[in-house]
């Protein structure tokens, strides 16, 4: 369907005066949509949910009706009591004509539109530490309002997510095919990352075994909490938004604190080509656990804060991982531009990882002075 009568499809007031791709996403398309009249403007994020990564599109639009109610309240209780020192800010969804909150076009496929938050703009990498201080107040702020949310409300959106033995037991089965072996034998460098995957094997399972022990008790997660999905206040430069809220779900905050850092505090990026410029910058490290413990510290438990430096160094083990596998399964999860994209992202992530075990004790020592 052409995206003009796509976008139409749904309640905004105006006429559309422009259409373009928006973001740099993975998973889903987006574009922005930007309507007029006589008197002002009104811009909103058009996308369509990936159907090979989410099995039921139509539970994530359930489930973002859900998580968008709880936290709209609550957001307005708060701004009406004068409890923050900011308006926090989460988008909402716009419905169809129709009154629904998604569209489904003659391929099957669930579009939504949502709100853009105007007058803030998320970052691919760090812009310093003040930066990093608010990612860290923005992620704690969003676990506060979903601490509440109940997880009977949630359809699992993503089986599977984030369980990293999960992803070595893919990893394992792809190795196992005549493509990934042909991909190893033909390059020293996929053999060299399979080789920092096998050294490792122990450290996939250490949170789901804390978890299982019940050291550790399942909340509310975001699920992908990486720069890029954090909106920062272009007036005040404050965070004031977290936005891709597909993966909202019950799952250990700890994916979300290591997932933050994996992504805050590589100044890089994850589609660095030059790997000597990977390195785990603390201070970002520092800044961001600042703006986090001040929101959300209050919920902390000892045992939490006991499993905080394995989650730092787990995620981009995991992440580094899931696009190895996806390299040699030949890039059917993550959007890929170039061919050896996910190979280049993978050693990125590992190279992370080999930077956080190298700086273990004094991030160690940073954790317990929080
Ligand atoms: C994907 O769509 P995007 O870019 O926000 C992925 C995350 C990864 C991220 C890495 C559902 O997120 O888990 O951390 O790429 N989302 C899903 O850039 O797999
Ligand atoms: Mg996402």
Same mark, same amino acid.
């Given at each position: 369907?052409?995206?003009?009568?796509?976008?139409?499809?749904?309640?905004?007031?105006?006429?559309?005066?422009?259409?373009?791709?928006?973001?740099?996403?993975?998973?889903?398309?987006?574009?922005?949509?930007?309507?007029?009249?006589?008197?002002?403007?009104?811009?909103?994020?058009?996308?369509?949910?990936?159907?090979?990564?989410?099995?039921?599109?139509?539970?994530?639009?359930?489930?973002?009706?859900?998580?968008?109610?709880?936290?709209?309240?609550?957001?307005?209780?708060?701004?009406?009591?004068?409890?923050?020192?900011?308006?926090?800010?989460?988008?909402?969804?716009?419905?169809?004509?129709?009154?629904?909150?998604?569209?489904?076009?003659?391929?099957?496929?669930?579009?939504?539109?949502?709100?853009?938050?105007?007058?803030?703009?998320?970052?691919?990498?760090?812009?310093?530490?003040?930066?990093?201080?608010?990612?860290?107040?923005?992620?704690?702020?969003?676990?506060?309002?979903?601490?509440?949310?109940?997880?009977?409300?949630? &359809?699992?959106?993503?089986? !599977?997510?984030?369980? +990293?033995?999960?992803?070595?037991?893919?990893? @394992? #089965?792809? $190795? =196992? *095919?005549?493509?990934?072996?042909?991909?190893?034998?033909?390059?020293?460098?996929?053999?060299?990352?399979?080789?920092?995957?096998?050294?490792?094997?122990?450290?996939?399972?250490?949170?789901?075994?804390?978890?299982?022990?019940?050291?550790?008790?399942?909340?509310?997660?975001?699920?992908?909490?990486?720069?890029?999905?954090?909106?920062?206040?272009?007036?005040?430069?404050?965070?004031?938004?977290?936005?891709?809220?597909?993966?909202?779900?019950?799952?250990?905050?700890?994916?979300?604190?290591?997932?933050?850092?994996?992504? &805050?505090?590589?100044?890089? !990026?994850?589609?660095? +080509?030059?790997?000597?410029?990977?390195?785990? @910058? #603390?201070? $970002? =490290? *520092?800044?961001?656990?600042?703006?986090?413990?001040?929101?959300?510290?209050?919920?902390?438990?000892?045992?939490?804060?006991?499993?905080?430096?394995?989650?730092?160094?787990?995620?981009?083990?995991?992440?580094?991982?899931?696009?190895?596998?996806?390299?040699?399964?030949?890039?059917?999860?993550?959007?890929?531009?170039?061919?050896?994209?996910?190979?280049?992202?993978?050693?990125?992530?590992?190279?992370?990882?080999?930077?956080?075990?190298?700086?273990?004790?004094?991030?160690?020592?940073?954790?317990?002075?929080?």
């Amino acid at each position: 369907m052409d995206l003009t009568v796509l976008v139409n499809k749904f309640n905004v007031k105006g006429r559309l005066v422009a259409l373009e791709p928006f973001g740099s996403g993975n998973i889903n398309d987006t574009y922005l949509a930007i309507y007029r009249n006589t008197f002002t403007e009104t811009q909103v994020i058009l996308q369509r949910v990936n159907r090979k990564v989410f099995p039921q599109p139509e539970a994530i639009m359930a489930n973002m009706h859900e998580v968008t109610r709880h936290c709209h309240e609550k957001l307005e209780a708060d701004a009406a009591s004068g409890r923050d020192d900011r308006v926090w800010q989460m988008p909402r969804i716009v419905k169809s004509k129709e009154a629904k909150d998604y569209v489904v076009d003659e391929s099957g496929d669930v579009w939504r539109v949502i709100t853009r938050i105007m007058s803030a703009h998320a970052f691919d990498v760090a812009q310093g530490p003040e930066h990093a201080l608010e990612c860290g107040s923005a992620l704690g702020h969003f676990h506060y309002l979903i601490s509440d949310l109940d997880p009977k409300c949630i &359809i699992d959106p993503l089986p !599977g997510f984030h369980v +990293t033995a999960g992803y070595m037991r893919a990893y @394992d #089965e792809t $190795l =196992a *095919t005549p493509r990934a072996k042909e991909l190893l034998s033909s390059s020293m460098e996929a053999r060299r990352m399979a080789k920092f995957v096998e050294e490792r094997r122990g450290l996939a399972a250490c949170l789901e075994k804390a978890e299982a022990s019940g050291e550790l008790v399942k909340r509310m997660f975001h699920g992908d909490p990486k720069v890029n999905n954090i909106m920062i206040d272009d007036v005040t430069g404050k965070g004031t938004a977290m936005i891709d809220l597909d993966t909202v779900s019950p799952g250990l905050v700890h994916v979300d604190f290591g997932d933050a850092l994996r992504s &805050i505090c590589n100044p890089a !990026g994850e589609e660095a +080509t030059n790997l000597s410029q990977v390195v785990f @910058d #603390e201070d $970002l =490290a *520092t800044a961001f656990c600042k703006g986090y413990m001040r929101e959300a510290g209050s919920f902390m438990t000892d045992a939490d804060r006991a499993y905080l430096y394995d989650s730092i160094r787990l995620l981009p083990f995991e992440l580094g991982l899931r696009f190895f596998q996806d390299f040699l399964a030949g890039d059917v999860y993550f959007k890929t531009s170039t061919p050896g994209q996910n190979l280049n992202r993978a050693r990125v992530q590992f190279r992370l990882c080999e930077s956080v075990e190298a700086r273990e004790r004094s991030i160690r020592s940073m954790l317990d002075r929080l």
